[in-house]
């Protein structure tokens, strides 16, 4: 079964530092991985997407990597704000789409930054 | 932002009551999803579309229904609510090709049955 794993579940940080969010998936044939950021009642809002081919991906402050060979990603988020407290939940697409997609999710990583 | 509306935010209805929860997009996208999340758990999907008159059930068990006669409106409808569907709906879309298109979510309806 395709499953998704991230780590940490929550994680609480000062205003200012850096911190990496960790993703392990199962999920094969593996087609992209992409990192959502869901604010407190809000929808999730996608943030960056890895394709196979791809190790890094930047946008702004946040810099993904992804490494297929070990089927694990990173988000790191730089110089954090406190309108970067949120839930970071990583999605993996299957290659052969499945019902609706072949999509798995995480949990989430709950962060949350302090002034 | 995407252009996707969920009504209402919140809702709270007792038990044994028909309820519709609304979701529109305008951006013309041939996919719609309904998925079910729970705090600290992962999005469960419970129905999906890939055009007009085309409905699917997803991998988690649900006794709601879906409809999709128009391309921009896919309301999700329980006959009769229970405690146990007291949950977070949020409803998405996505373009109708490409593996990399990313989903687009509404922010949600919260439903509390008492």
């Known amino acids: 079964k395709n499953q998704v794993e991230q780590s940490p579940q929550s994680l609480i940080i000062l205003e200012g530092k850096n911190c990496t969010l960790q993703?392990?998936?199962?999920?094969?044939?593996?087609?992209?991985l992409r990192w959502y950021k869901q604010d407190t009642g809000r929808g999730p809002v996608s943030l960056t997407i890895m394709t196979f081919s791809e190790n890094t991906k930047s946008n702004g402050r946040y810099t993904a990597t992804l490494d297929a060979d070990t089927k694990q990603s990173s988000l790191h988020i730089t110089a954090s704000q406190l309108s970067d407290s949120a839930s970071y939940i990583c999605v993996v697409r299957e290659y052969s789409g499945g019902g609706a997609d072949g999509l798995t999710f995480g949990k989430g990583t709950h962060l949350i930054i302090q002034p | 932002e995407a252009d996707i509306y969920q009504t209402p935010r919140y809702l709270v209805i007792g038990t044994g009551k028909k309820i519709t929860l609304e979701c529109s997009q305008t951006m013309g996208h041939d996919k719609m999803y309904w998925y079910q999340q729970d705090p600290g758990m992962e999005l469960h999907l419970i129905h999906y579309s890939y055009g007009v008159n085309s409905t699917e059930k997803g991998d988690l068990s649900s006794e709601s229904t879906v409809s999709r006669i128009r391309t921009e409106h896919f309301p999700l409808t329980l006959e009769s609510a229970r405690p146990s569907h007291t949950s977070q709906y949020l409803c998405?879309?996505?373009?109708?090709?490409?593996?990399?298109?990313?989903?687009?979510f509404g922010n949600g309806t919260r439903l509390t049955v008492t």
């Open positions: 993703c392990n998936y199962t999920v094969s044939p593996f087609s992209n």
């Open positions: 998405a879309s996505s373009p109708g090709q490409g593996y990399n298109s990313p989903l687009h």
